[in-house]
């Protein structure tokens, strides 16, 4: 433990003599969290709250478009706006002020209601259910096109929901009309209900163990866990060119001549830098418990909470700086360790799900991102922060990450040992 100390305590020495090194370990974090979050606040505003302007543009005038209209103008989705001119809506669209802009043609409803009223009394006219007086030959009617305007920058996932949701509600107008066909050849009292126009099957969504409030992560909850794990991985950077510069400094040789191991010596690296790990941590949640709700961000909630977030915080800190004495042990200048250092974390939280969700990516990546060790530590957070679950449902993602610090560090002191055998 003697060792051990000293060696820890030499760690100390060392960062505290660098103020640049330590403002670029804790301060530069806090602004990154602080301007990304800044950024993405207000496109999560939209997703929950903000409403997609879009315009209509009635031709038709009739049933259809009426009850089309009522429907948007009950969503909670969109603000809606009118307008007669369809060149001039195509050209507000593109320049972006709609995201959409919907064209109902002329004569949607009475086409509709013709064709649907040819149509059944064509099927009556086959059981003998209508008068030969009535004729029962099908007339050609033109099929109806509801015109989409959309804005070019919208995304191809909301274009295909807005089009299945009109292609929902004109399915519904036709099968209604349909109905209404029907009950006027057959009954003579327009008030009898022999049709039950009702949807039979209905879908309801469900959250388990969640709040209404809680269904969508805000800025605050997303970005918080992600951009505090690329802070703690980032500790290779530093750890490894501490490492690289004490072998140039000729500091690796002088600890070669004392009764103490490599082991001790990265063991007194891995605290100091667990402890800064930890540090960053502790200061992320810091900011976004005080800080973010002074900028008009969301506020973080960590109630009941505090302990498994920084129990994932430790284990994650490990596996970081095990990756970063790996990276200082190999290279041998911090031409290497540096640029080395910092393309690797970028790749890890790329394929680990920091900047893009696994979901959303291709079927290879989203298998490997599962070896990613920042993909462990994100979903760990996740888990604390927005699914609330005990420690158990924990154990995985730890002790995946306890292993990679132990086989890292493992790695680090069997090529030091190889490369310096006597």
Not at 129 to 146: F, H, L, Q, R, Y
Request: zero cysteines; hydrophobic letters at 50%; aromatic letters at 10%.
């Amino acid at each position: 433990m003697r060792k051990l100390t000293a060696s820890a305590y030499k760690e100390v020495v060392l960062l505290t003599r660098d103020l640049g090194g330590l403002a670029v370990l804790f301060l530069m974090p806090l602004l990154l969290v602080i301007t990304i979050t800044l950024i993405q606040d207000s496109s999560f505003k939209t997703i929950k709250q903000n409403k997609i302007p879009i315009v209509l543009v009635d031709n038709d005038r009739g049933e259809v478009s009426q009850t089309i209209l009522e429907n948007l103008r009950s969503s909670k989705m969109f603000k809606l706006a009118e307008s007669t001119d369809e060149q001039e809506v195509q050209q507000q669209v593109q320049n972006g002020q709609y995201q959409l802009a919907i064209v109902i043609p002329k004569n949607l409803s009475s086409d509709l209601n013709q064709k649907v009223s040819d149509n059944v009394n064509g099927i009556l006219a086959q059981f003998g259910a209508i008068e030969d007086s009535i004729p029962t030959t099908i007339k050609t009617v033109e099929s109806k096109e509801v015109k989409l305007y959309f804005d070019p920058a919208t995304q191809f996932s909301f274009r295909n929901s807005i089009k299945s949701g009109i292609d929902q509600m004109v399915s519904k107008i036709e099968t209604q009309s349909i109905y209404k066909a029907f009950q006027e050849q057959i009954t003579d009292d327009p008030t009898e209900k022999i049709f039950d126009t009702e949807p039979f099957i209905t879908f309801t969504e469900i959250v388990p163990n969640a709040e209404e409030d809680a269904l969508i992560p805000n800025s605050t909850q997303h970005n918080i866990p992600a951009w505090t794990l690329f802070a703690i991985f980032f500790i290779i950077l530093p750890l490894s060119i501490n490492m690289v510069n004490e072998k140039n400094q000729g500091t690796f040789v002088r600890l070669r001549m004392h009764p103490v191991s490599y082991a001790i010596v990265l063991g007194g690296k891995a605290l100091v830098f667990l402890v800064v790990s930890l540090i960053q941590f502790t200061l992320m949640l810091l900011v976004g418990i005080y800080l973010f709700p002074l900028l008009g961000l969301p506020q973080l909630d960590v109630s009941d909470r505090l302990p498994l977030l920084f129990l994932v915080a430790f284990f994650v800190g490990l596996a970081a700086v095990g990756l970063g004495l790996l990276v200082g042990t190999i290279a041998k200048s911090q031409e290497q360790s540096a640029p080395f250092g910092a393309t690797l974390v970028v790749i890890l939280a790329a394929i680990g799900g920091v900047w893009v969700p696994v979901f959303a990516m291709p079927k290879f990546m989203q298998t490997l991102s599962g070896l990613s060790p920042m993909n462990w530590g994100l979903s760990a957070f996740y888990d604390v922060f927005l699914r609330n679950v005990p420690l158990k449902e924990l154990v995985p993602e730890i002790t995946l990450l306890l292993l990679f610090f132990v086989v890292t560090t493992a790695l680090a002191i069997a090529y030091y040992n190889k490369k310096n055998a006597v």
